[in-house]
């Protein structure tokens, strides 16, 4: 038996089927963390020359192979040393899943102020932030629900802070918006990247359907289970769209006009996963924190479903007449 017959062997003893791709290194397997019964999905992929290993759903990985086997196969674990062999070093050091770096962001916001709590006599720019916050429609129970804020110091002065927080209210993301339309930079936001981020899961149920819009503003103003992509991409890579498919949710696409384009590429490759995806038509020279939060729910309540033939059509109408296809 050949050296990668006796390493997809042990593979299949131990996960169950999988799926070997053609470069003949990587094979896919259901996810022993996060694979649900029943499932046929495979997510969990395993580098049979280097033992590597990394679930794109849950986020499962590291480069011990041993441990993998150790943890969710330990029947099998006695086999790995003579199938895979010692010689490669990676496949049996002591490390396993790799951890995560903990950064404090708060550093970032000097003198940070809850909007909530701005006074008629506190500082003259925390108030212009106010001002500004109420002309894009946000109330004061909203200031105190996405706790937004402002900062009497550094370069965060006159821009309205949007907080993020994760799953368990802690601090991940913040995206610094500026107020009076002269700077260059419209977003200051944490440096952390982008697909790391669920913008605010904190307050997401994903039992529900979820709205995808671009810009923090949008999610505020769209209401409940909104969250911001902070642009107008989604990657397979990104914690976004591993949520997604693990949820199985309903997805609702609210991008700009300007970005169809991307809406149609998320789309398709939401339904390529057997994701439900739902089109809300915003009109031409209004994103969703221009419409408000009642005209956007109506707007929601008209989404329509789709659909691989729906993209087609609309490919199809774009072409100019005359044009060679």
């Known amino acids: 038996m050949s050296y990668f017959n006796k390493q997809t062997t042990l593979v299949r003893q131990a996960f169950g089927s999988f799926i070997a791709e053609k470069d003949g290194v990587n094979v896919c ?13 495979k997510k969990l992929v395993i580098k049979i020359d280097d033992g590597k290993f990394h679930c794109w ?6 480069t011990n192979i041993m441990y993998l086997f150790r943890k969710y196969a330990p029947a099998h674990a ?3 040393s003579d199938v895979f062999g010692s010689s490669k070093s990676t496949l049996f050091s002591i490390d396993s899943e790799e951890d995560e770096q903990n950064i ?6 000097d003198g940070f102020v809850f909007l909530g709590d701005v006074k008629q006599n506190s500082d003259p720019d925390l108030k212009d932030v106010v001002r500004y916050a109420r002309k894009r429609g946000i109330t004061t129970s909203m200031m105190w629900r996405y706790r937004l804020g402002a900062c009497t110091l550094g370069q965060m002065r006159r821009r309205l802070i949007i907080p993020s927080f994760d799953r368990s209210g802690v601090l ?21 990247p982008k697909k790391e981020v669920i913008f605010n899961e904190i307050m997401i149920d994903w039992t529900k359907p979820i709205i ?8 505020i103003i769209g209401g409940q289970n909104v969250i911001c992509l902070l642009g107008s991409h989604l990657s397979e890579d990104s914690e976004v769209f591993k949520q997604i498919i ?6 609702y696409m609210s991008l700009d006009h300007d970005a169809k384009k991307n809406s149609e590429k998320i789309s398709k490759m939401l339904s390529s996963f057997d994701i439900k995806v739902m ?11 221009d419409l408000g939060r009642e005209k956007f729910k109506k707007l929601v309540e008209e989404a329509t479903a789709w659909s691989q033939e729906k993209r087609l059509l609309r490919m199809i109408s774009s072409i100019k007449t005359g044009s060679l296809i």
């Open 212 to 219: 995808l819009v671009e810009g923090p503003l949008d999610a």
């Open 279 to 289: 089109e809300i038509a915003l009109p031409e020279d209004k994103d969703v924190a």
């Open 78 to 80: 006695s086999k790995v």
């Open 57 to 62: 759903v849950c986020g499962l990985k590291g």
């Open 246 to 251: 693990k949820s199985n949710s309903t997805v």
């Open 29 to 41: 397997v259901k996810c022993p963390k996060c694979g649900k019964q029943g499932s046929q999905k």
């Open 104 to 109: 404090d962001l708060s550093k970032d916001l």
């Open 172 to 192: 991940n993301f913040y995206s610094a918006r500026e107020i009076d339309g002269t700077s260059r930079m419209k977003y200051i936001n944490a440096p952390i």
